[in-house]
C-alpha cells in the first residue's frame, strides 16, 4: 500500500522538516512528494530563503544621522569648553598665587618707615632687593600690638619695590612689629637697624654667631674691611678683640675710632656680660690698639650701657647719639 502524503500534510510538516524535526521516514515520504509537487518545492525553497531586515525610510535614516551628527558636535564643544574652563582656572590660580599671594619677606629686606597718629597706622617701606616687588601687605592685631607682613613677588607691572599702606586699628596701638622687628613702640619710630640690633641682643660674649650677627647689621667688615675675632672669657671683665686686617690712612684714623667707638656702644649694650672691647689695627705710625669699656659706654649714655637694650625705644634713643659719631665712613646710617 503506497503512503503518499497530500499536499497539506506536507505543507503542515515543511516548518519541522526544515528544522530538521522529522523522523526519517517523514523525510523520506516529504521528499518523494516534493519531487513531484513544483508548489511544495516552492513553498520550501520560500522557507529556506532568508527574512530580509526591515528596510527604514531614507527620510528617517537622514534624520538619525543629523542627530548624530549634532549630538558628536555638542559633545565636542562640551569638552573644548570644558577644557578652556580647566585653563582659565589654572592660569587664574597660577597668576593669584604667584603675582597676589607671594610668599611672606624677611624683615630684615624691608626698609621700613612708620608712624602711628591716634588708631591709625602709617607705614611706607621698600624692598631692598631690586627682584622682588610687593604683592600685599597684611596686618593683624592683638592686645594693643599690630603685627604685619609684607609679601613679595617676581616684580612686574602688577606690583612694584615700594608700597604705602595704613591700617585703622580697634584700639589704642603700643607697638607696631613685622615679624620678629618692633618698629614703632610707645609713640617713637624704630629705626631698621634698631629693629635689627634689638632683636639679636644676646646675653652671652661666649655666643660667636650672636655677636657675629651684631657685627654684621652694624656693618663693621664693610666701613673697617676684614678682622679676626679673639675672645676673652676666662674671668670677667669678659671681652672681645678685633683684630682689622686693613692699614688704616693717618688722615682715616679719626673717623675710623669714631666709628669702633660707636660700635663699641653698641656691642656693649646688646651683648649682657661683655666688659669691654679691644680694636687692633696697623695705622701709618704702627700697630695699635683702641679699647672701650663698658664704663666708657655708660659715662656717654648717662646710664648703665645695659640698659639701653631694655627695650627698642632706649635702643633707639642710643643709636639716634651715636649717629653724628657714624657719619662720614658709615653711610648705612645716614
Not at 646675653?203 to 657685627?215: K, L, R, T, V, W
Not at 704702627?286 to 632706649?314: H, L, M
Request: glycine content about 8%; hydrophobic content about 40%.
Amino acid at each position: 500500500m503506497e503512503n503518499k502524503l497530500s499536499c497539506e500534510i506536507v505543507r503542515d510538516l515543511l516548518p519541522s522538516y526544515v528544522d530538521g524535526l522529522t523522523s526519517g521516514s517523514t523525510n523520506k515520504a516529504i521528499e518523494e512528494h516534493l519531487a513531484d509537487c513544483a508548489g511544495c518545492s516552492e513553498a520550501l525553497c520560500r522557507m529556506k530563503e532568508p527574512v530580509p531586515a526591515e528596510s527604514v525610510p531614507a527620510a528617517e535614516v537622514d534624520y538619525l544621522k543629523k542627530v548624530r551628527r549634532r549630538t558628536n558636535r555638542a559633545s565636542l564643544l562640551r569638552g573644548i569648553i570644558i577644557t578652556l574652563i580647566g585653563v582659565v582656572l589654572g592660569l587664574f590660580v597660577l597668576f593669584t598665587r604667584y603675582f597676589y599671594i607671594g610668599s611672606s619677606s624677611d624683615p630684615a629686606e624691608v626698609n621700613y618707615s612708620v608712624n602711628v597718629v591716634g588708631n591709625t597706622v602709617y607705614v611706607n617701606g621698600s624692598l631692598l632687593s631690586g627682584a622682588s616687588g610687593v604683592s600685599r601687605v597684611v596686618f593683624n592685631e592683638s592686645g594693643g600690638i599690630v603685627s604685619m607682613t609684607v609679601y613679595t613677588a617676581p616684580k612686574s607691572f602688577f606690583n612694584s619695590g615700594d608700597f604705602s599702606e595704613q591700617y585703622e586699628a580697634l584700639g589704642e596701638v603700643s607697638a607696631v612689629r613685622c615679624d620678629n622687628l618692633i618698629l614703632w613702640e610707645d609713640g617713637m619710630a624704630i629705626s631698621r637697624t634698631s629693629a635689627q640690633l634689638y632683636a639679636a641682643v644676646n646675653p652671652y660674649i661666649g655666643d660667636m654667631p650672636s655677636n657675629n650677627q651684631i657685627a654684621s647689621i652694624l656693618g663693621i667688615s664693610e666701613q673697617l674691611g676684614p678682622y679676626i675675632n679673639e675672645l676673652q672669657t676666662k674671668q670677667e671683665p669678659f671681652g672681645w678683640t678685633l683684630e682689622l686686617k686693613t692699614q688704616i690712612a693717618l688722615d682715616d684714623e679719626g673717623a675710623a675710632r669714631d666709628i669702633m667707638t660707636a660700635d663699641s656702644y653698641v656691642m656693649l649694650a646688646a651683648i649682657g656680660n661683655l666688659g669691654y672691647v679691644t680694636w687692633q689695627y696697623e695705622a701709618e705710625c704702627g700697630w695699635q690698639e683702641y679699647t672701650v669699656t663698658a664704663n666708657d659706654a655708660s659715662s656717654f649714655a648717662g646710664r648703665d650701657i645695659k640698659q639701653c637694650t631694655d627695650s627698642p625705644s632706649n635702643l633707639q634713643t642710643l643709636i639716634q647719639r651715636l649717629s653724628i659719631k657714624w657719619s662720614g665712613l658709615r653711610e648705612t646710617f645716614q
